[in-house]
C-alpha cells in the first residue's frame, strides 16, 4: 500500500509519519511525504530524533506535493493529512485520493529551538500511536469504505 503524508512544510510530522509507516510496516506500507508549502530541508530535530529512534534519515527530503502529482509518481491508496490546528494553519487537500483521512498533531517546528525536544517528541508519540494502530490491522484485506473509517477512527482516537 502507498500511502502520501502530507502537511504544509514537509520538515517535521510529515517526515517523521513517513518514516514510521514505511520502516515498522515490514514491507507493507510504503509512505511518502510532501508539502503544499515544502520548507526545503528536513528539519534538523527530525534528524535528531528519528536517528534516536533508529530510523534511516539518508534519503529524506523536504519536498512538494507536486512532485506527487506527475504521471510517474507512484499510485497512493491513502493521502493522510497531518496538520495541525495552532495559528490557523491551513491543511492542504489532495484531490482524487481513493481514501483521505486527517490525523492532526501540532507543528513541532513552531516551537522556540529550547522547546524541540519535547515538541518533537510529543508530535512523535502522538504518530507512533496512530502508525501502531494502522499496522494492527490487517490493511491488505480492507476495501476501502472499510479502511477509510478504519484511518478517520485512527485520527480522532489518538
Not at 24 to 51: D, F, M
Not at 56 to 84: F, N, R
Not at 91 to 111: Q, Y
Not at 139 to 150: F, P, S, V
Amino acid at each position: 500500500m502507498n500511502i502520501l503524508v502530507l502537511c504544509t512544510g514537509n520538515s517535521a510530522r510529515s517526515i517523521l509519519l513517513e518514516s514510521l509507516l514505511t520502516h515498522r510496516s515490514n514491507g507493507r506500507i510504503t509512505a511518502y511525504s510532501a508539502g503544499s508549502r515544502p520548507s526545503g530541508k528536513v528539519h534538523p530535530q527530525s534528524l535528531v530524533l528519528l536517528e534516536r529512534e533508529g530510523f534511516p534519515t539518508a534519503g529524506l527530503s523536504s519536498q512538494s506535493w507536486d512532485d506527487y502529482a506527475q504521471k510517474d509518481a507512484p499510485q497512493m491508496q491513502a493521502v493522510i493529512t497531518v496538520c495541525g490546528s495552532a495559528a490557523g494553519e491551513t491543511c492542504p487537500i489532495w484531490p482524487g485520493a481513493p481514501v483521505r483521512a486527517h490525523w492532526g498533531v501540532e507543528d513541532p517546528a513552531a516551537a522556540a529551538q529550547a522547546d524541540w525536544e519535547d515538541a518533537f517528541d510529543v508530535a512523535y508519540a502522538r504518530l507512533s500511536h496512530r502508525a501502531k494502530a494502522l499496522l494492527d490491522l490487517p490493511i491488505e484485506k480492507l476495501g476501502q469504505e472499510d479502511l477509510q473509517t478504519a484511518l478517520n477512527d485512527i485520527g480522532q482516537q489518538f
